[in-house]
């Protein structure tokens, strides 16, 4: 039983680990649903985590229809996360049609090399999901993060069993969104994945004493992984093992 962060700094990365998770999935602006990091936080992240790191590389808010442009910054940001020793990449690019889109991915996938590739929710969107995990398997992914086409890993868990069963090893299924310690017990049950993906956040209070009042938006706290959420799934799944 794995259990992997959703960490959108490096604070929340180091609190990941702190509270037992097996691996962290470095991110920023997760109200977007994730974006690739700074080469800064990336560079950090390495230098101060014992557990494997993987990076995501998603260059905007919105759809997975990329243009050349972005595949070019994609490219680059894979480059980064080779050059700088990261463990794996959380990827995923679609076509117009809704399919895998498999030139994309095959060439992001080849810049990666030797380093492990998650293909992210980009998975939710597609037209058939299970040609599009067999298009996972031809491409070398090792993992497809899911919430099994719903809102959350809960409400789609009956297609995550599916693509389990359909998967048979060949790469790991592992659902993510909504994913607490309230409930991955029971998602484990009902779906039989054995890794789970989850950002276990909470609002951070805001240490600034002076404030403006009229600009409340720029005031708050951040969101940050709380170790003790983290480690109560971590004990949990450790449980189950």
């Known amino acids: 039983m794995i259990l992997e962060i959703a960490a959108n700094s490096v604070a929340s990365a180091l609190a990941a680990q702190e509270g037992g998770a097996g691996r962290v999935e470095l991110c920023t602006a997760l109200e977007l649903g994730g974006l690739t990091p700074s080469h800064a936080q990336i560079a950090l992240a390495r230098e101060r985590l014992r557990i494997p790191l993987y990076v995501l590389i998603r260059p905007r808010a919105g759809d997975f229809l990329y243009d050349g442009l972005e595949r070019e910054q994609m ?20 076509d117009a049609e809704g399919n895998v889109d498999v030139p994309g991915c095959r060439a992001l996938v080849a810049a990666a090399g030797p380093l492990g590739v998650t293909f992210h929710r980009a998975f ?48 790991a299924v592992m659902p993510g969104a909504g994913v607490a310690a309230q409930n991955v017990a029971a998602l484990a049950v009902a779906t039989g994945a054995s890794e789970f993906h989850a950002s276990a956040k909470r609002q951070w209070p805001s240490a600034m004493r ?32």
């Open 75 to 94: 490219l680059r940001d894979v480059e980064t996360c080779v050059a700088l020793g990261c463990d794996g990449v959380v990827l995923g690019a679609l």
């Open 210 to 241: 002076h404030r403006r009042g009229r600009l409340a938006d720029m005031e708050a706290g951040e969101l940050r992984s709380d170790v003790e959420q983290v480690r109560a799934l971590a004990d949990v799944l450790r449980a189950m093992a």
């Open 124 to 171: 939710d969107l597609s037209r058939d999901p299970a040609q599009a995990l067999e298009d996972l398997v031809a491409l070398g992914c090792e993992r497809v993060l899911t919430s099994g086409a719903q809102a959350s890993a809960m409400e789609g868990a009956a297609l995550i069993r599916d693509l389990v069963v359909q998967a048979h090893g060949r790469l």
